[in-house]
């Protein structure tokens, strides 16, 4: 692609960079942004790396978060004694969308996957580990995404978790394997949460 301004092919270049973004996409956007008054692109700029520069991780469940612990672990009305324990933020909102639960989260940060590099060290798997030994949690719920990752990911926790005296379940497998959570219908992952099984009953299906 032949570019009139080295400024241009670096925008693009950079755009082209997003997921799922190609270089015509990309292309197509910062032309759009040309055509913006110059107060909307310096606002969008400064949205970007506000975003980037002052952005939280919450300290307890690691949900991203504007404050150092996150609006769902500061409410007195979410229920302590479950957590939900999911692969990223998007699940968390997905999860919310529903309107089905009200316990609190524990987000892993990824899924182990061999072929990608990813361990069990690569995920905030110790952290979990600690807060059950605090004792204020009754029951985990997985809801992890019904794929290898995913299923791999569940056995390694339960395997860690499984000493203590916790009720472990997972959602209910109205999803279909290979699904990822974050493209699950409102109605089917709300349903999948309330009729959560026991992980040992699931795995003898």
Do not use: W
């Not at 612990?69 to 969308?97: F, G």
């Not at 279909?176 to 299906?205: M, Q």
């Amino acid at each position: 692609m032949n570019f009139s301004s080295k400024l241009l092919e670096n925008a693009v270049a950079e755009f082209a960079k997003l997921p799922g973004v190609g270089q015509k996409t990309a292309l197509r956007l910062v032309l759009h942004l040309l055509n913006q008054d110059k107060q909307d692109v310096e606002r969008f700029s400064n949205t970007v790396s506000k975003l980037r520069n002052e952005i939280m991780f919450c300290s307890v469940c690691h949900n991203i978060s504007d404050h150092a612990v996150c609006e769902i672990c500061s409410s007195h009305k979410r229920d302590r004694s479950l957590i939900c324990v999911v692969e990223d933020t998007r699940d968390v909102m997905a999860i919310e969308n529903t309107n089905q639960y009200n316990g609190v989260y524990h987000v892993l940060g990824g899924l182990i996957s061999p072929m990608d590099g990813v361990g069990p060290s690569d995920l905030q798997v110790d952290t979990l580990v600690e807060r059950l030994k605090e004792n204020e949690a009754k029951e985990i719920i997985f809801a992890l995404s019904a794929t290898m990752e995913g299923d791999t990911t569940l056995f390694y926790l339960n395997k860690r978790i499984k000493s203590f005296n916790i009720t472990i379940s997972t959602i209910a497998r109205g999803i279909a394997f290979g699904g990822e959570l974050e493209y699950v219908d409102e109605i089917t992952l709300g349903r999948s949460i309330a009729t959560r099984v026991p992980y040992e009953n699931s795995l003898s299906k």
